[in-house]
Each structure stands twice: as structure tokens, then as C-alpha cells.
């Protein structure tokens, strides 16, 4: 089956589909509606063959849609849109760390958290994906994991109390989900130059790997 898959991220929305080597993109952004999604998707990726999609997206995805509207991205009822009859094939659609996270597993029991605009968090356990708000919950001084482990909490604190938070943040996630190992993904996990134990970098192309498998028959 030929898969097209698309990653929308606050920045840029990046594709890439069965038997392409290289990515596409255009920008993405407050003023990027699900209309305009689709339509530049679909312009990107119109000398592809795709008979399926496989959509990551920035917030909570609960049976194939968005559970809510997306913070950084433009307002166009992204949780009714019909992505099926525009791209006129089956969809998949799951919160873009978890499908960052399908990429990069490795069997047993793994924890994704991607370091980027926001803290995004998914464990996998045997197969089966649990995708999680994490980064809602309570850190310190009224505030959450995603409000200093995300780029807000990066630009605020800088860079080497910012680390100093995420090896925190991993060792309290970790004692509580028992994981056997931590992806740390999103583009901050650039700026770590040394890593908590039981831990290793993703990549962020893990996204298409992941949008692949979606579609695998388990």
C-alpha cells in the first residue's frame, strides 16, 4: 500500500510517501487552516501515488480526529473537517508524538517525550500506544512540565536550567511509568549534549516511519 504522510507541526507542515527518499514542506502557523492544510499538502504531494493517509497532529486525538482545536495553528473546525473525502482515501490520524513515537519504538515498554513549542508525551507498552497529556500536569510553583520543559520555559530559564529540568522532569516520569527507555524527540532535544540514564535521542523523520506503521497489520 502506497502511504502518504503528513506531520503538521506549529512551524511547517512536512510530508513525505511509500518510496520517496526526500520530505516536502511549506509553512504552517496561526493563519494555517485545515482547508489550507489539505490544499497544500495535496498541491506538494500531486506527482505522488497514495491510495492512504497518515496525519500527526499538534494536540489530543481521541477515534481519528482532533479532540480539540489546535493552540498554534489557525481556527477552520479542525475537529469536523472530513479529511477522508478531500484527500479521497482512507485517513489515520494520531497526536504527532505519538506517531513520532510509533517511529522510533523498539519493542517493550518506551516513553516518548518530544522537546519542542510544547512537551509532547507517549508510552507504548508491548504495541499498544497510549498517547498522554503529561506535559498538563503540575510541576512546581503553579506551573506544568510543558510550561518549563517547552520552548516558553527554554526562552524563560535558559538553556542550562532548562536541562537541568528536563533530567528532573525524566527521572519523576520515569520512577512513575517504569519505562524500559526514554526517546527524548522535538527539535530542543538538539540542545542536550548529554542525556539521562536509560535514554536516547529520536529523530524527528521518525514521524514518517511512524505514519508507515500505522497502516502495518499487527
Given at each position: ?19 520517496q ?97 510544547g ?20 510541576y ?79
Open positions: 500500500m502506497n502511504i502518504l504522510v503528513i506531520d503538521i507541526g506549529g512551524n511547517n507542515v512536512k510530508i513525505m510517501a511509500t518510496g527518499s526526500e520530505k516536502r514542506k511549506f509553512a504552517s502557523g496561526p493563519d494555517l487552516t485545515p482547508q489550507r492544510m489539505a490544499a497544500g499538502v495535496k498541491e506538494l504531494a500531486a506527482d505522488w501515488n497514495y491510495e492512504a493517509v497518515s496525519i500527526g497532529f499538534p494536540g489530543p486525538v481521541r477515534n481519528n480526529r482532533p479532540e480539540r482545536e489546535p493552540v498554534n495553528l489557525g481556527k477552520g473546525d479542525w475537529i469536523d473537517f472530513d479529511y477522508e473525502k478531500t484527500f479521497g482515501c482512507p485517513v489515520k490520524m494520531i497526536n504527532d508524538a505519538a506517531i513520532q513515537a510509533l517511529g522510533s519504538y523498539e519493542g517493550g515498554k518506551m516513553l516518548f517525550l518530544g522537546l519542542g513549542t512537551l509532547g508525551t507517549t508510552l507504548i507498552d508491548d504495541h499498544h500506544i497510549v498517547a498522554m497529556e503529561l506535559g498538563h500536569l503540575p512546581k510553583k503553579g506551573q506544568t512540565f510543558e510550561d518549563y520543559l517547552g520552548i516558553q520555559g527554554l526562552n524563560k530559564t535558559g538553556k542550562k536550567k532548562w536541562k537541568i529540568n528536563v533530567f528532573t522532569v525524566v527521572e519523576k516520569l520515569k520512577a512513575a511509568l517504569l519505562p524500559d527507555y526514554i526517546i527524548l524527540g522535538g527539535g530542543n532535544s538538539k540542545k542536550l549534549t548529554e542525556l539521562p540514564p536509560d535514554t536516547r535521542l529520536g529523530d524527528n523523520l521518525n514521524a514518517f516511519k511512524g505514519g508507515f506503521r500505522l497502516w502495518d497489520k499487527n
